[in-house]
């Protein structure tokens, strides 16, 4: 599980959330206050706002490279959309703790 911080101004509920996934990853099932869906390499996306972060777990399975490479576009897509930072600033974020 990874906890993603928001940027200032792009705080989203988990409804918003749903929405977005559902642009990118298609299907969402909702439940215990987790949203839940699927797409290419990626088996199992679980979302959830957990003390005022996004928190998602992921399950990834074998694929071929094309498959693979459209996955990771589509998830860093997502995750931009939702808390406002590029891959490139997410990973700052967490090499500085």
């Known amino acids: 599980m990874r906890l993603y911080d928001f940027k200032r101004g792009h705080k989203k509920t988990l409804d918003e959330i749903a929405d977005i996934m559902r642009e990118i990853f298609g299907e969402v099932r909702?439940?215990?206050?987790?949203?839940?869906?699927?797409f290419g390499a990626l088996e199992k996306i679980e979302v959830w706002i957990e003390n005022g972060k996004m928190a998602a777990e992921t399950k990834s399975k074998k694929v071929e490279g094309s498959l693979a490479q459209e996955t990771l576009r589509k998830w860093n897509d997502f995750l931009f959309r939702v808390t406002g930072y590029t891959a490139k600033e997410r990973k700052k974020k967490m090499t500085k703790t």
């Open 30 to 38: 909702e439940g215990n206050g987790h949203l839940l869906s699927s």
